[in-house]
């Protein structure tokens, strides 16, 4: 289901393949590139999944993490340069990746009764790479869940967030110049119940127009790795 590539080191989770945590797991893939086939399920209910593909090495965005800490302005021929063929992060068509609270039924006629974790306020998830892609159909899931006491009684929960960042190396901080977040068609859900608190929503990429999109609400521009989005969006 997980394999590894070669040269610039990647991550596949296989199309259709179903990948599911315990309520209040937390997953976490660091590679290269990172591809979440067609079809794939990730699941960590309540819990935290964060997928990063990584532009630069560990090494050098460690270098230049602590170089730029010291608060000396680093000279643009020692910046690393961004390269295409890293930093890569897809979210297939049809693929979810969800951290959605759970529904935890203690009614009497339930046959999960008394045995699920109350785990049912929504999770977290921070996707980041240089080039991030939600494909057509696709969906990221952090809404909270519901307790169902014996007696049929309804106790909702507050959703989760949702950290999409695009054009920036998750490791060192530094901004990509190149990449760009492209989400068209994809579904993003922060639902929640009376009473509670719906999912929150973060956004990076190299630049952000709000305006009127002529087809859809979600277009990138790929040659500036614009994210335009219509006010129908909020």
Known sequence: AVGTGEGVGSITVKSGTSLTLAPGGSLELDAGNVMI???AL?????GSIKLNALDHSPSL???MRILTSTGKRVPAEDIPQYEKDRGNLTVGAGAVVTVAGGVVDDQRTSATAGIQPLVIKGGKMALNASDLTLAPTSMLDVSG??????TGKLAYADAGAISLAAGVDS??????????LNMTGATL??????GKNGGSLSLQAPAILI????DG??????????????????
């Not at 490791?171 to 760009?180: C, T």
């Not at 859900?189 to 009376?194: K, N, S």
């Open 37 to 39: 086939g067609n079809s």
């Open 42 to 46: 990730l699941s960590a209910a309540g």
């Open 61 to 63: 965005a460690e270098a």
């Open 145 to 150: 869940g519901v307790a169902i006491s014996s």
């Open 171 to 180: 490791q060192s901080g530094l901004a990509v110049v190149g990449g760009g």
């Open 189 to 194: 859900r922060g639902f929640a119940g009376v």
């Open 211 to 214: 305006n009127e999109p002529a």
């Open 217 to 234: 609400q979600v277009v990138t521009t790929d040659i500036a790795g614009k994210l335009s989005l219509a006010p129908e969006f909020f």
